[in-house]
């Protein structure tokens, strides 16, 4: 048997918090599980973490990556996904690279990369936010998480937005032009495009220097920021919430982040800002959607501005929709988006089950153990 080593000392006390670590260690609970449950047969491979092996670096460290001595490197890029592209073409091509990524539905084409290199994709940010979002050894398990759908709303929809950058810029421009109504929640990098909702703030920012990423006080030691916070008070002011996605104008890829993860935790209904077919890879992990209620083709438009206009379009729309009389249909969808959180095991196995074949292929072009 092969023996697989990744060493992810590099990574001990970086601001990344050693997310490959954390993966290797679920995928040991993982493969504990098949060996008690499942009396799998040992394999050819036997991948672990050590303190020997190859070297992992969070795939910002560029200098570090480049400086590195040896063959195969692991890049922590859990929290990120392709577009970490600038970073991965300023590395030496002189390796092969091992690269973890939340993200799925790429190829090499569509990457184009000059580096050698193999994707391992794991929805990292989903698996923190289930077990933030349920133990209550975590901080975030007391957050309120209820959507009521029982209330009546005095906004049509809410929506918050980060960074500002040129796409979702342009969305809000679109928006402002062209929505026919007035009461709606639009906050981007902390300034209100629509009602007022700073009331709503659990802490304050200079407008247009909002940080999603910033602590708050004494919650640090949990690790809590705003990113990472439910405004459900906010949410209970709106009948939908139009979720702008990190990323919102490729034409590839499936990025889940926080930002459509707290609405299938909470269960407010959303209209998705994101990449094309989006909603389809949702539906491909089990969850639910709307387009028994509501036209969603805007997720099959793969130029952004017509994407954007189709989206726009809807938002109109949705004003004459009856919230009241489709209540238990969207309750529904809600309970079994909910519900779903509990069958992404599945969901994993296959991740875990392709990185090890990932591996496989990799350690399979060599005769010694790594």
């Not at 050590?50 to 670096?57: C, H, V």
Request: proline share 4%; hydrophobic share 35%; aromatic share 16%.
């Amino acid at each position: 048997m092969k023996t697989f080593k990744i060493n992810t000392d590099n990574l001990i006390g970086h601001w990344s918090t050693n997310q490959i670590g954390k993966f290797l260690d679920q995928y040991q609970i993982w493969k504990d599980y098949h060996n008690v449950y499942n009396c799998l047969i040992p394999g050819i491979i036997n991948i672990q973490k050590s303190k020997t092996g190859i070297p992992s670096f969070y795939y910002g460290d560029i200098h570090l990556i480049n400086q590195c001595k040896e063959p195969i490197v692991a890049i922590d890029c859990l929290m990120e996904g392709k577009h970490g592209i600038v970073e991965f073409m300023e590395y030496n091509t002189d390796k092969h690279y091992i690269i973890f990524a939340n993200e799925s539905h790429l190829s090499k084409i569509d990457l184009d990369l000059k580096i050698n290199y193999t994707w391992v994709t794991y929805y990292f940010p989903m698996c923190q936010m289930i077990d933030w979002y349920n133990s209550p050894w975590e901080l975030s398990f007391y957050l309120d998480k209820e959507y009521k759908f029982n209330t009546t709303k005095p906004m049509r929809f809410v929506s918050t937005t980060g960074l500002v950058r040129y796409p979702r810029t342009y969305l809000k421009d679109q928006l402002l032009e062209k929505i026919k109504y007035k009461n709606f929640i639009f906050r981007y990098s902390g300034v209100d495009f629509g009602m007022p909702a700073d009331q709503f703030d659990v802490k304050k920012f200079v407008p247009g220097e909002f940080d999603p990423y910033a602590g708050m006080s004494t919650l640090k030691k949990y690790n809590h920021s705003l990113g990472w916070s439910l405004p459900i008070h906010m949410y209970n002011q709106a009948d939908f919430n139009l979720v702008v996605e990190t990323d919102i104008d490729y034409e590839y890829g499936f990025f889940p982040t926080e930002k459509i993860l707290k609405c299938l935790i909470s269960g407010i209904p959303f209209v998705l800002v994101a990449t094309p077919y989006f909603l389809k890879y949702l539906k491909e992990l089990g969850f639910h959607t709307y387009n028994d209620l509501w036209d969603e083709s805007y997720d099959d438009e793969l130029v952004y501005t017509k994407r954007i206009d189709k989206i726009v379009d809807l938002c109109n729309n949705l004003d004459s929709f009856d919230w009241q009389a489709n209540q238990s249909a969207l309750e529904l969808i809600a309970l079994k988006n909910k519900c779903n959180f509990l069958n992404l095991n599945r969901v994993i196995d296959a991740q875990f089950q392709q990185f090890e074949q990932a591996i496989l292929e990799l350690v399979g072009d060599t005769n010694e153990n790594i």
